[in-house]
């Protein structure tokens, strides 16, 4: 654990002259004390001359409350020695550690007269603002691959030496990695809350991207001449820090916004990895001169200048001729310069009404804040990248409904595009996400619907992005696969109230090009192959059968009526004595016999067999039951009427019951009677009236 520091810091305290104090000076051996230079929480910092260079150099002293204890104090010397060995162009180095004659440890450094970077204004020098940030990304690079967090780079740790060199000075409460996030007292984090990283303002574990963080807080208030964020005290600056959203450079700053959106991140992922990659970022903003002068000012006054010599009636004109064609000229490089939205919006500026996709592109556009134009208007900013422009195309591909087509001009086309231009943009997540929000809403009702090819084609195109992307596990990608799983599960239930396993399988092969989790692809494959396969059962019922659904439910109805040789094997397989095929009494019944064998005219064993009684039949399907497994009845009329009626068959025993079911239906035409239906005694068999099986799932 190291020293604690104040929340102010003591970094620019060798270079804002106080005056003497009435305290006496301490005593250092090997050094003369002359004034007091500096003030601050934890220490004082004193103006002496080292006596055997003769330099003039900053002694910080310690104040006695600052290391009340001998552990800290060696701490402290400790910590001044790594800080000493770094050693950079761009550091403010440690000269020499030591104790004063009270025992208060200090540390001695350069003296740099030359102010701070907080009292100077660079706001319209690009080119100077370049530099101070690369000296100082530069020494922090060196300082980080060291182990050593400054913790507070700030405006005031930034000194200028007698050339004029930015150096960053103070690692007072520089950290080393692996001692851990040091705060003054429970919940107050060290360094200055104007330039803390939102992680270290709550007090939280920190890394070398909190430094990078106050330098992205450095380069927006020499870009703009003010911090972008402010609070009437420590506590309301660092809540700024931790919850406001980024702010919005002006329009002629706008090309340094994508640096200042990652170095300002206040996602750890999202921000600048170290100092190199920012570094690179720095070199990738585009070069613009906001001092530039306009070359039609430059023009009149070089005419004004020579109107002494020159007559009105030459230089007035030419004047006029310049000025037109300057406008001119300046309107057409801006749309060949300018970037998509800027070139779509020229037209307005040039008399034309835009048309609707450019209007539709600059409605799009939210990477900076509005600026009012002509006429009371607000126009949106213009995109300042590749990457800027392919996300426009995805948020008006998106009002537009093209989710995933046509192919090549739907949104995730748009994302896969801006994500290829720059795969770490920091506006392209959010713009995903809602793409995928929206596949989820449509993708769901199309599964639920059946509309298979939609929900594929959607479920696709939102997976190729999130893994090209590096986003298959974001929030939204999760929320989706809710939603499938849900829409999945909906349809299977469904399918199996219509017996449907066709149907219930079909959507776990929607549900495939989303990829679900193991154990929701498990749950719902056990869900969908518990439903019946009704056409598999369809095939092993001898003849065939045809599936029905209708509203008395769901089943396979036999194409044929039991044949004489089906109903032969299960005689044979049961011994079961049939029922006599002519009423008790029956003149012919001892002349004649009539049996299912015998039934009194010639049959193949192909032919459906008659003479069996209503319970003959029953007892025939339940023996089919339980050797197949299955669950086999005799057809109802409802069942039975699936079926296309032939004239040249017998009539079937249905299952409905008559006269208190005393007797049961018979249904087809009974020779005898020619009767569509009519209520027959179910303990006898009829030479006309055979029987037909149903399979229920």
């Excluded at 909906?490 to 199996?496: G, Y």
Aim: net charge positive.
């Amino acid at each position: 654990m190291g020293i604690l520091f104040d929340l102010r810091g003591a970094a620019a305290m060798p270079h804002t002259s106080t005056g003497s104090t009435t305290s006496p000076l301490p005593v250092i051996p090997g050094y003369r004390l002359s004034q007091v230079i500096g003030h601050g929480g934890m220490a004082t910092v004193y103006l002496g001359t080292q006596l055997s260079l003769g330099r003039d150099v900053a002694i910080k002293v310690m104040l006695p409350e600052a290391l009340a204890d001998e552990v800290s104090r060696r701490r402290f010397e400790n910590e001044a020695r790594t800080i000493a060995r770094l050693e950079h162009p761009n550091i403010v180095g440690i000269h020499e550690v030591g104790r004063t004659s009270d025992g208060l440890p200090w540390y001695s450094m350069p003296h740099l007269p030359h102010g701070h970077l907080g009292q100077r204004n660079l706001t319209g020098d690009q080119r100077r603002i370049r530099e101070v940030l690369r000296a100082l990304l530069s020494a922090l690079a060196y300082a980080h691959a060291r182990g050593v967090i400054h913790r507070d780079v700030k405006a005031e740790n930034v000194l200028f030496d007698e050339a004029d060199r930015p150096l960053l000075a103070d690692f007072g409460i520089a950290l080393r990695r692996g001692y851990g996030t040091r705060v003054t007292m429970v919940g107050l984090a060290v360094g200055s809350t104007a330039y803390m990283a939102p992680e270290q303002a709550r007090g939280q574990q920190v890394d070398f991207r909190a430094d990078l963080y106050s330098v992205g807080v450095l380069a927006w208030e020499m870009l703009t001449g003010e911090l972008p964020y402010k609070g009437d005290d420590a506590l309301s600056m660092a809540l700024a820090h931790t919850q406001n959203p980024i702010p919005r450079l002006p329009p002629a700053l706008r090309h340094w916004q994508r640096f200042i959106d990652r170095a300002l991140a206040k996602s750890l992922t999202r921000r600048f990895s170290d100092a190199a990659t920012m570094l690179r970022a720095l070199d990738e903003v585009p070069q613009r001169d906001a001092r530039r002068e306009p070359v039609f000012g430059n023009a009149l006054r070089t005419l004004r200048a020579g109107s002494r010599r020159v007559p009105p009636m030459v230089w007035v004109p030419l004047v006029l001729i310049l000025a037109a064609g300057t406008g001119l000229a300046l309107n057409l490089s801006r749309e060949a310069a300018a970037p998509d939205g800027l070139a779509a919006a020229s037209p307005a500026l040039m008399g034309r009404a835009p048309s609707a996709e450019a209007a539709e592109d600059a409605s799009a556009r939210t990477d900076a804040a509005p600026d009012v134009g002509v006429a009371g208007t607000v126009p949106r900013a213009a995109p300042v990248s590749d990457a800027d422009r392919h996300l426009a195309d995805a948020e008006r591909l998106l009002r537009a409904g093209q989710l995933a087509t046509p192919s090549g001009k739907d949104a995730f086309a748009a994302l896969q595009a801006a994500w290829a231009a720059d795969p770490e943009h920091l506006r392209a997540p959010a713009v995903a996400d809602r793409a995928v929000e929206a596949v989820a809403a449509r993708a769901r009702n199309a599964i639920v619907s059946g509309d298979d090819r939609t929900a594929t084609t959607l479920l696709q195109a939102a997976r190729r992005y999130a893994d090209t992307a590096g986003r298959a596990d974001s929030d939204a990608m999760r929320r989706l696969r809710a939603a499938v799983a849900e829409a999945v599960e909906t349809r299977i239930t469904d399918a199996a109230g219509n017996v449907d396993r066709t149907n219930a399988l079909a959507a776990l092969t929607v549900a495939e090009h989303l990829g679900l989790d193991a154990p929701t692809t498990t749950r719902l494959t056990r869900q969908a192959r518990a439903i019946p396969d009704l056409a598999a059962l369809a095939k092993r019922i001898p003849g065939g059968a045809r599936v029905v659904r209708s509203a008395d439910g769901v089943f396979a109805i036999a194409n044929a009526p039991v044949s004489r040789a089906d109903y032969a094997a299960f005689v044979t397989a049961t011994g079961h004595s049939s029922a006599a095929c002519r009423a008790r009494g029956s003149v012919l019944r001892a002349v004649a016999p009539r049996t299912w064998d015998n039934p009194g005219f010639e049959q193949a064993p192909s032919d459906p067999v008659v003479c069996v009684s209503w319970h003959d039949a029953v007892d025939y399907a339940r023996w089919r039951s339980e050797r197949d497994g299955l669950s086999i009845v005799v057809a109802s009329v409802a069942q039975g009427a699936s079926v296309p009626a032939r004239g040249d068959g017998p009539a079937e025993w249905r299952s409905d019951c008559a006269a208190a079911c005393k007797q049961r239906i018979a249904a087809g035409r009974i020779k005898r009677d020619a009767l569509d239906s009519r209520a027959l005694d179910p303990r006898r068999g009829y030479e006309d009236v055979g029987f037909r099986l149903v399979h229920l799932p």
